[in-house]
């Protein structure tokens, strides 16, 4: 007689195929965590500053990736496209104004540094040597020239009309005693431009890599209440719980981090947290 074909111990079976997917539930954390948080800064300060920061992350468990960028508006993009999980180098102004402009939705999750604009001269040691006619650069981008005029306003070198703020334009100008010119240039070149105008509107993530002092240097400094002068950490929306973010944000805002500002950045950089 013939017998039948003999068929696998289905009970035995089932347990191996539900001890793969228990072991693929553990192991796939595991791998999550060790997947590295990509996060975008400016060059100079804001990359030695998140430099520091990766290092507290990693000796943490946290591997970390930094990515540098010349310009304002990059970082953004990336962040925008899911190359970067994080970045670290705009006010909150710049964010709202670039979610605006480019459909980005992109919301702060910390506070950073308090970095403040100032006014920079090559050729005059004060705000009242300032001659009549002189050039005066500020920022090409309409956020951070805004910024400058703001700055500029309360220097008194100019008077914009009542209520304008992060909107002001060239056009708010309603008072101009010195017939001051204006000058719109990329906000990287301005510190190279001192040689060719009167002054400079400069943002201290460029006034330093350039060797000028906010403190010492300038001629007029923005007040470090200013909503332009607090730095964010920016992420996406739909990655802003990234737990990886919380666990960075705390190795950003530790007291590591906190004593290599005061100790690299004196008069320049202050801690927003």
Do not use: C
């Amino acid at each position: 007689m013939q017998k039948s074909p003999r068929r696998p111990f289905q009970p035995l079976r089932q347990s191996l195929a539900a001890a793969s997917i228990s072991l693929g539930l553990l192991v796939a954390p595991a791998l999550a965590a060790d997947k590295p948080l990509h996060v975008g800064v400016t060059a100079g300060p804001h990359a030695q500053i998140g430099d520091v920061a990766k290092q507290v992350a990693e000796k943490a468990g946290l591997p970390v990736k930094l990515t540098e960028f010349s310009d304002f508006i990059q970082p953004n993009a990336a962040l925008d496209a899911g190359d970067l999980d994080l970045n670290i180098y705009q006010h909150r102004p710049f964010l709202e104004s670039q979610n605006s402009a480019r459909g980005y939705k992109l919301v702060p999750v910390a506070s950073a540094v308090v970095q403040q604009m100032g006014i920079y001269s090559r050729k005059h040691k004060a705000i009242a040597d300032l001659p009549q006619g002189g050039r005066i650069a500020i920022p090409n981008d309409p956020t951070n020239g805004a910024r400058a005029l703001l700055v500029l306003q309360a220097a008194k070198l100019i008077k914009l009309k009542d209520g304008v703020t992060a909107k002001a334009s060239l056009f708010d100008i309603v008072e101009n005693p010195k017939k001051l010119k204006f000058v719109e240039i990329e906000a990287a070149q301005l510190p190279h431009s001192l040689s060719d105008v009167d002054a400079a509107a400069v943002n201290s993530a460029y006034a330093i890599p350039a060797g000028l002092s906010p403190a010492k240097d300038s001629l007029a400094l923005e007040s470090q209440d200013a909503e332009f002068a607090v730095v964010v950490m920016a992420a996406r929306q739909d990655n802003k719980d990234d737990p990886r973010i919380a666990q960075f944000i705390k190795a950003y805002q530790s007291e590591e981090v906190k004593q290599f500002i005061e100790k690299t950045f004196p008069g320049a950089y202050t801690t927003a947290w």
